[in-house]
């Protein structure tokens, strides 16, 4: 059966809807059109175009404000993990050489910080520790990284035997020789996850690497 011209001519979806994209000003030109026209909408009855386009609008606006909302919350969030991480650093490097490095690091981790564990260990070449050998593992060929963790590596890392948990942990590699590495951790599996990223960890690890303390350790414990 051959199709008549009139059904022909009679444009489909595509071609109302391109026809509308190329004038979007139609329906202020012929408004007449608009009580030609039936928009279901979530209650019975029918709404007008006008209504329907601002209702979307209003969507679109209240997704980009929960967008915003989320970006502003994790730019003050990273303002406040910077403070801290700088006032750790100054704290460092405002201390003699003679004191506890290890101990130094975690009292400050857990002063400037919202942490369960925190440490600081010199990776062992010979006889490697438990811990050197879990940091390693967990390591691998990265610098730095973030996740869960069993119970006996969270027991290795920070003496915790509190099960299952997760950590972040840091390699610092001073320009004079020697390794160490430094993690925080929680009892916690999801507290820190590989999505969190290590950005903050790596750049107190590299600043550590230049303090004069840690240098002056790692280059004893090589020699």
Not at 43 to 66: F, H, T
Not at 131 to 152: F, I
Not at 156 to 180: E, H, M, N, V, Y
């Amino acid at each position: 059966m051959m199709e008549s011209d009139s059904t022909k001519n009679t444009p489909n979806a595509d071609d109302v809807i391109r026809f509308l994209a190329e004038n979007p000003n139609f329906f202020d030109q012929h408004p007449e059109a608009l009580s030609e026209l039936s928009i279901s909408h979530v209650s019975d009855g029918a709404v007008s175009l006008v209504e329907r386009q601002v209702a979307v609008l209003r969507e679109r606006n209240a997704e980009l404000r929960r967008r915003f909302d989320h970006l502003l919350a994790r730019a003050e969030q990273n303002e406040v993990l910077l403070s801290a991480t700088q006032e750790v650093i100054a704290s460092m490097a405002a201390r003699g050489e003679h004191e506890q490095f290890s101990t130094l690091f975690t009292s400050l981790m857990k002063k400037h910080f919202d942490i369960e564990y925190a440490v600081y260990h010199e990776l062992e070449d010979d006889l490697p520790s438990d811990a050197t050998k879990t940091a390693n593992h967990l390591l691998g060929s990265k610098t730095a990284t973030s996740g869960p963790v069993r119970s006996n590596e969270l027991t290795a890392l920070f003496g915790s035997d509190a099960g299952d948990g997760s950590a972040a942990i840091a390699k610092i590699t001073p320009q004079s020789g020697g390794q160490a590495f430094i993690a925080v951790g929680s009892s916690d599996a999801t507290r820190y996850s590989a999505a969190d990223g290590t950005l903050f960890l790596e750049y107190l690890a590299k600043v550590m690497a230049s303090l004069p303390m840690a240098r002056s350790l790692m280059r004893n414990k090589a020699d």
